[in-house]
């Protein structure tokens, strides 16, 4: 048992890796600029395409909601819409609630 001590004394110390962390560093880089332009990006942009979307919206336009609700704006304020759902049913919504305009058909010629 005494032995023991002295071989874990006589092992070498592990190699530390060449090249520093520059190696690694690029490698990383790399992966984050690609992840930037594959997810963030496109998602930054869809949003900046929605905000612009609910900014364009009036009275008369037909809405889909976050829950899936349809409806039209009957009146548009600064941070809500108050929309018609039914005949004679009105509710007040916020802007950030929409998720989509419902395109409108028009007449085949």
Do not use: H, W
């Not at 110390?13 to 992840?35: N, V, Y």
């Not at 905000?51 to 037909?62: D, F, N, S, W, Y």
């Amino acid at each position: 048992m005494t032995n023991l001590p002295m071989i874990l004394a006589d092992a070498a110390p592990a190699a530390a890796p060449q090249g520093g962390g520059m190696g690694m560093m690029i490698p990383m880089l790399l992966i984050l600029a690609i992840f930037y332009f594959m997810m963030i990006r496109p998602q930054q942009r869809k949003e900046k395409e929605r905000r612009k979307m609910i900014e364009e919206l009036r009275a008369g336009a037909k809405i889909v909601f976050a829950g899936g609700l349809m409806g039209t704006i009957q009146e548009a304020t600064e941070k809500t819409f108050k929309v018609e759902i039914a005949p004679g049913t009105v509710i007040e919504i916020a802007r950030a609630c929409v998720s989509g305009v419902v395109p409108t058909e028009e007449p085949k010629q």
